[in-house]
């Protein structure tokens, strides 16, 4: 496939089979009746097994792994108290190159959720359709969140947790039912017998943890279009020339994290995402929402990794050798003249491993 053009503002493209290891060749199925069974659909039935617990490569993984174990050996983590004023949150954030943090209620010494960019998206639409309040911003504080969510009708802020020594599949379950992309892992202190937040699991480091250590994600060789994987329908996009909080508005009342950007001819661009709107408000200037997404995109930093694009004959294990390889959260799925087909997530991503080919009773509700 070749590579997108790079766009001023846009910053590039990746696809998996750009830089990726070439395509192994699937063995022919021998013309016989009954119809055998092909190596690749073998390969995936070995990689990605329905029933039998013994064929269970990837699933058995995550239940005898623990949500530790995903753990880097060294990390920070950064706490808020829910005391903090909304506007130093966000300065903190940028300064450290991060776009989530756990919460804590220190008068009641606990646990009190996770503080992502869907909540700094909930302020701009409080503000937006309360403009008289806007004068009162900069004494905003985290624990008055739940208020905003009230009042403009979203879900609650994301307190779901997993203690860290629990199984990883049991952690993955609880964030695809939560619907939650990130989550608290949550001990209990010894000496003082109270919660205490240890780090934050994603779907990312979930997914490259197992793309490194389970060898079965290279059996995972069917192509795209014959998996029921990643969303095609009702897609929601916009143009460079589109005011963000558009863009904005579509994000809160959809619970997704991207809008695809097409140009006229329908090509995609770019990618509007959630944590673009950290940029956007960096300064404080809430009252400046009528800028283009176009305008929005300038302001990305220069380490911007770019946006990371596939098509529906890109395999799951070349997908998983890039997610393995870089810091991706999503793929656009585009044609050969890079219109827009679809949207893969890493949510998607994670379903389809955990719960493809199981029984009725351990599907998600």
């Not at 008055?144 to 049991?170: C, F, M, N, Q, W």
């Not at 793309?211 to 014959?226: D, F, I, Y």
């Not at 963000?244 to 508005?249: G, L």
């Not at 990305?300 to 070349?318: A, N, V």
Request: net charge negative; aromatic share 6%.
């Amino acid at each position: 496939m070749a590579s997108l053009p790079v766009v001023p503002g846009h910053e590039g493209f990746v696809q998996p089979a750009s830089y990726l290891r070439s395509r192994g060749q699937s063995q022919p199925m021998t013309p016989a009746k009954p119809k055998p069974e092909s190596a690749v659909d073998r390969d995936q039935r070995l990689g990605l097994p329905h029933a039998d617990p013994e064929q269970q490569r990837i699933r058995d993984f995550l239940k005898v792994r623990t949500s530790y174990d995903v753990l880097p050996l060294s990390f920070r983590l950064i706490i808020f108290d829910t005391t903090l004023l909304v506007k130093k949150s966000l300065l903190i954030l940028i300064q450290n190159g991060i776009v989530s943090a756990p919460l804590w209620d220190s008068k009641t010494s606990t646990f009190a959720g996770l503080l992502t960019t869907s909540d700094y998206i909930n302020v701009i639409q409080y503000y937006w359709q309360n403009p008289e309040a806007m004068s009162r911003i900069d004494q905003f504080r985290l624990n008055s969140l739940r208020d905003i969510e009230k009042a403009i009708g979203v879900a609650p802020l994301e307190t779901v947790s997993i203690h860290p020594l629990r199984p990883l599949y049991e952690a993955c379950r609880r964030m695809l039912e939560s619907r939650a992309r990130r989550m608290p892992l949550v001990d209990i202190d010894d000496e003082t017998k109270r919660a205490m937040v240890v780090s934050v699991l994603t779907q990312y480091r979930i997914l490259k943890f197992v793309a490194v250590n389970v060898v079965e994600t290279q059996l995972l060789r069917k192509p795209l279009k014959h998996l029921n994987l990643g969303t095609y329908k009702h897609l929601e996009i916009a143009k460079m020339s589109t005011p963000v909080i558009e863009v904005i508005h579509q994000l809160v009342k959809l619970n997704i994290s991207s809008v695809p950007i097409l140009n006229s001819d329908g090509v995609v661009i770019n990618v509007f995402e959630a944590v673009d709107v950290i940029t956007l408000i960096k300064g404080g200037i809430y009252d400046e929402l009528d800028q283009t997404v176009g305008e929005v995109l300038q302001k990305r930093s220069d380490d911007f990794p770019g946006i990371y694009t596939c098509s529906i004959d890109d395999r799951l294990d070349t997908i998983f050798d890039t997610i393995r390889k870089s810091r991706v959260h999503r793929l656009v799925i585009i044609d050969q003249d890079n219109r827009l087909i679809g949207v893969l997530t890493l949510s998607d991503i994670l379903e389809y491993i955990l719960l493809e080919g199981e029984g009725d009773d351990l599907q998600l509700e």
